[in-house]
């Protein structure tokens, strides 16, 4: 059975830090890996992907992949209030359109 | 960039009755699109694959006689839930792979169903 697993939260991290949000996942077939934020009520949004080992930064944001491990992370840096919401991580395999979610990690950034 | 449109973004209505919910696809052509379910504090569900022209795909445990998939041409698709009950009140949101190729999903706005 393919699994994402998050943990649920929420993670509380003041203003200006640097937040940390894992993922881990079961399929060693995924090739494609995904972060995605969702506000409360609303639909998710792509934030960032990633397909190779190692990091990718995207302004204060930096996905981390280490397929060895099965293990992908989102970091925040300088976080702030409007960061607060649900982050996702979905996978997938090479070829598929169809990603596998996680139930997402709350993140509360409180001034 | 690529934008999907979801329609309504909020509907209440009474068991037993049904509900559309439609999904359109403004500045692309979306021969597949997906239909997600959403519980609160829970993950998003893959309901079914809607294909342009063709029967819809549906997961294990979707009945697909009270979730009818409908998606007529190449920049819409439809979900109705027929004979609503309580139980079926959840957040549904559609996707489609977007113009950068069919690695990133866009995702609707998503419909807040509530069945009284």
């Known amino acids: 059975q393919k699994e994402v697993e998050q943990n649920s939260g929420p993670l509380s991290v003041p203003e200006g830090a640097i937040a940390s949000l894992n993922c881990t996942y079961s399929?060693?077939?995924?090739?494609?890996f995904f972060w995605y934020r969702q506000y409360s009520g609303k639909s998710p949004e792509l934030i960032m992907f990633?397909?190779?080992?190692g990091d990718k930064e995207d302004g204060r944001f930096t996905a981390q992949l280490n397929k060895a491990s099965q293990y992908v992370s989102l970091l925040i840096r300088d976080s702030q209030p409007s960061d607060s919401a649900t982050y996702l991580c979905?996978?997938?395999?090479?070829?598929?359109?169809?990603?596998?979610f996680g139930r997402g990690t709350s993140l509360i950034v409180h001034p | 960039g690529a934008v999907v449109s979801q329609h309504p973004s909020r509907v209440i209505c009474k068991s037993g009755t049904s509900v559309k919910i439609e999904c359109r696809s403004l500045?692309?052509?979306?021969?597949?699109m997906f239909w997600y379910r959403q519980f609160p504090k829970q993950s998003l569900m893959l309901m079914a694959t809607?294909?342009?022209?063709?029967?819809?795909?549906?997961e294990q445990g979707v009945e697909k006689d009270k979730f009818l998939i409908n998606h007529a041409s190449l920049t819409l698709s439809t979900l109705t839930v027929t004979s609503a009950h309580p139980e079926d009140s959840s957040f549904y949101i559609c996707?489609?792979?977007?113009?950068?190729?069919?690695?990133?999903?866009?995702f609707g706005a998503g419909s807040r169903l509530t069945v009284l």
């Open positions: 996707s489609a792979p977007g113009l950068s190729g069919a690695n990133v999903l866009t």
């Open positions: 399929d060693r077939g995924s090739q494609s």
């Open positions: 990633i397909y190779s080992n």
């Open positions: 979905a996978v997938k395999r090479e070829g598929s359109y169809i990603p596998t």
């Open positions: 500045d692309f052509q979306a021969t597949t």
């Open positions: 809607s294909n342009e022209g063709s029967k819809a795909t549906y």
